[in-house]
């Protein structure tokens, strides 16, 4: 039986669940093992040799090769565990981001010290303060529920 999954809705948001976990179970066992020098040598060697070793599958091969962030997250991929690939490429965290939005190192820098990401378009609709829409209060029984009246 699937759970429901409202945070689905978040525009922009990869939720690394249960469901994503076993999706990316190999990505990200692969992505462990470039811990060991050992194997961030022969993945630089060769990288489809190396890949071809893991029972991912061949999107996530791709998007490996091709560095696609948001396309290794979306295929079950851990930001925390994606973040092996950059060093092994030499690339801090912060030029890995991003990547992820399109922007340079400084111009992703520069927002983050901005306050980060403007909010407009990035909440769904019928947000207001609890993101959840069936945990949202309905009539004066649920404003009973909630202080504030919300």
């Known amino acids: 039986m699937a759970l429901e999954k409202p945070y689905k809705d978040i525009p922009g948001t990869i939720i690394f669940d249960a469901e994503q976990s076993r999706k990316g179970y190999w990505l990200n066992q692969f992505c462990m093992s470039l811990m060991k020098p050992e194997n961030r040598a022969r993945f630089k060697a060769d990288e489809r040799a190396y890949l ?8 996530q091969k791709a998007a490996v090769m091709a560095r696609d962030l948001n396309a290794c997250m979306s295929l079950g991929g851990n930001i925390y565990f994606l973040a092996k690939i950059g060093a092994t490429d030499g690339k801090s965290f912060q030029q890995m981001a991003g990547s992820m939005t399109g922007m340079t190192e400084d111009e992703y820098r520069a927002m983050m010290l901005a306050g980060g990401r403007a909010i407009e378009g990035n ?6 303060g609890d993101a959840q829409p069936h945990r949202q209060p309905q009539g004066a029984a649920g404003r009973a529920a909630h202080p504030g009246g919300r």
């Open 52 to 59: 071809d070793e893991w029972p991912m599958s061949e999107a």
């Open 123 to 128: 909440r769904y609709l019928g947000e207001d």
